[in-house]
């Protein structure tokens, strides 16, 4: 004969057991699956308010570069500011009617604000390996870039050009990337550039 | 000295009890992937996939398993491994698995792989006679003319011994050529009762010694039309004379002077680009270097119809690095450097300095490299609107910049870069003749209207 209260305890165990089964069913359920693709990874939109920059635009013809104001938004930290910076110059030039166009897929790949006035600005293969050779041609490209980033972001007085993180000769057979720019000298130079003559 | 199919580099020699020693992985990092480990006197090591062991003080070592004696005991210092010189060359055949693997061990040359360049030397009976050296490839001694001889010395290139060391000629002017390595270079010398002239043909693989001409007067220009195998006059001191390198012709008005031999010219012309580097394309056919060098003759003909010596760099289609078109133009100690460009954007002519600002010389005879424009800036920019009011005369679109573009900086001497394009939409017209005449007729009148500032500058 089977104690009654043993016949108590096995029921009431039971009863949990298929309780906690049906709980266990129901919060699989809720458990998503793994996702068919892998999420690309996507850098985060700059964040912080717009703010009025100046970029120098060249103009292949008449072989000129302008200074633009344009509104966009900066983050707080320097290095990003002048990396945003640069990518809304590069934007300009990768526009279909670009005044100055660079190949498709160049990229500003970082900006490194290394030493106390110094400037690295590194540039991806595709937008020196493919660029147009020329004199006149490259040096709008490098000028605009370092007076674009000289004028935004203030103490630079020594920019660096890197292609993928390396140094290179040349841009595209001319422009001299060996030498660090002086932003004093490019500065001028853009004033030289304003106009034909 | 380590020369490899790969590359070519130098390396310290340390002394350790009277024994020459090097490091091991400073030899192997340029040939391939190496890692080594230190484990108490142990030092192992990993070429690649090959396997080597090495003990702190001993004159054995195991490579791939197989013993190898030493002729000195290996050392371990901070972890590094260091190796005899002697024997360095079957060490580095067994730890590699290259074969052949050669040390000549008095010049302290390694040869790894099948790398050796090899010479003849032949004394050509012409009129007059001719030593011409063939080698199995391109290369680039540096040339130094002494009294009584002139020496080839060969730094980059796996240069091997020819089969006699010495040969005697039956010549009055080339008496003979003496090869000997030393200190990780090999050198010829050719003993000659003469000046000689070299020149390189074949891609660099054959260079070319023969008689000066004794007179002053230079050799007439090379026809415009066809490139030339190229001749430099030697220097006393050392000159670099790259393939290519061209000395043309000169009026007799502005005759050049030779000043112990190195003959100076009042304008180097450096057409742009050549040989593999091509420049940019300015259509599918026209590559810019082409461009540079008809302009270069042009500009060569109107300088020598004004009176101006001039030497052109880059006479055929040869490539010359940055530093050589430096390393030449200020050999031959220009009053005026141009250097040519063509491009298919824009319209007319535009003139460059460099984009250095102004400072004077406070080095004396020294000049950094990186700056030495820096002083003959101002003169440059007098030169480069000089240039620019004449093309301006001739109806042609001009602009004066600065800009960074090598070799304007490491030049001695006021620097001017041109960069010609078409004078309208249409491209051919940048190659038409006429177009070309005329801008280098701009350029040699505006060259001459400051010849007097140009040459107070010399």
């Known amino acids: ?197 | 000295m380590i020369f490899s199919p790969l590359t070519g580099f130098s390396l310290p020699v340390v002394e350790r009890d009277g024994h020459d020693y090097v490091g091991l992985v400073d030899v192997l990092e340029p040939l391939g992937t190496v890692a080594a480990t230190r484990d108490g006197t142990k030092w192992r090591l990993r070429f690649e996939r090959r396997n080597a062991e090495f003990i702190g003080g001993q004159t054995q070592a195991q490579v791939e398993g197989k013993t190898l004696a030493l002729a000195s005991p290996f050392l371990l210092e901070s972890g590094r491994g260091l190796v005899p010189v002697s024997g360095l060359g079957a060490l580095v055949q067994e730890v590699t698995g290259t074969k052949p693997v050669v040390f000549h061990e008095d010049s302290r040359r390694l040869f790894v792989g099948k790398v050796a360049v090899r010479f003849t030397e032949e004394l050509r009976k012409d009129s007059p006679p001719v030593l011409v050296l063939t080698f199995t490839s391109p290369v680039s001694p540096s040339i130094a003319s002494e009294p009584g001889r002139v020496r080839l010395t060969f730094t980059r290139e796996p240069i091997m011994p020819p089969p006699a060391t010495y040969n005697k000629f039956d010549d009055a002017v080339i008496a003979s050529a003496q090869y000997e390595e030393a200190n990780g270079v090999a050198v010829l010398t050719v003993a000659t009762s003469a000046p000689l002239l070299a020149s390189f043909s074949n891609e660099g693989r054959t260079l070319t010694l023969s008689r000066a001409p004794q007179t002053r007067a230079a050799k007439p220009a090379a026809p415009a039309t066809a490139p030339t195998a190229g001749g430099a006059p030697l220097a006393s001191g050392t000159v670099e004379v790259p393939p290519g390198a061209v000395s043309n012709g000169t009026a007799p008005a502005a005759a050049p002077a030779f000043d112990n031999g190195l003959r100076h010219f009042f304008a180097v012309i450096d057409a742009g680009h050549g040989g593999e580097e091509r420049g940019a394309g300015l259509s599918n056919e026209l590559p810019e270097k082409d461009v540079c060098l008809s302009f270069a003759r042009h500009l060569l003909k109107e300088l020598q119809s004004r009176g101006i010596s001039a030497l052109i760099l880059r006479d055929a289609d040869v490539t010359l690095t940055l530093e050589q078109r430096a390393s030449l133009a200020n050999s031959a100690h220009p009053a005026i450097y141009i250097a040519l460009h063509a491009a298919s954007q824009g319209r007319g002519v535009r003139l460059y300095t460099s984009l250095m600002p102004y400072s004077a010389n406070a080095n004396g005879p020294f000049q950094p490299w990186e700056v030495a424009q820096a002083s003959y800036v101002r003169t440059a920019v007098v030169a480069a609107a000089s240039v620019a009011a004449e093309l301006r005369k001739h109806q042609i679109p001009t602009r004066v910049l600065s800009a960074p573009l090598r070799p304007l900086n490491n030049v001695i001497a006021p620097a001017l870069a041109i960069e010609v394009s078409s004078p309208d939409e249409d491209l051919p017209d940048l190659v038409a003749p006429n177009y070309q005449q005329s801008v280098a007729s701009g350029v040699a009148d505006g060259v001459v209207n400051v010849r007097a500032q140009l040459e107070a500058g010399r």
Do not use: W
Request: hydrophobic letters at 45%.
């Open chain 1, 1 to 197: 004969m089977i104690p009654r209260h043993l016949k108590i305890g096995v029921t009431v165990l039971l009863a949990t057991i298929l309780g906690l089964s049906g709980y266990m069913l129901r919060l699989k359920r809720h458990v998503p699956g793994a996702p068919a693709v892998e999420l690309a990874h996507v850098a985060p939109p700059p964040t912080g308010p717009k703010e009025q920059v100046t970029l120098y635009v060249a103009y292949d013809d008449p072989g000129i570069l302008v200074a633009r104001g344009a509104s966009i938004p900066l983050p707080q930290g320097r290095q990003e500011r002048a990396q945003e910076v640069l990518q809304a110059l590069l934007a300009r030039y990768l526009e279909e009617d670009s005044s100055h166009p660079l190949p498709a897929g160049s990229e500003i790949r970082n900006v490194y604000l290394v030493d106390p006035g110094m400037a690295v600005i590194d540039a991806n293969a595709t937008l020196a390996d493919r660029h147009r050779s020329g004199v006149l041609v490259e040096e709008l490209t490098v000028i605009s870039l370092v007076q674009t980033l000289s004028a935004n972001v203030p103490g630079i007085n020594r920019v660096k050009i890197l292609v993928d993180g390396k140094e290179r000769e040349t841009l595209a057979g001319h422009a001299d990337l060996t030498n660090l720019f002086d932003t004093a000298n490019v500065q001028q130079l853009a004033e030289q550039l304003k106009a034909v003559h």
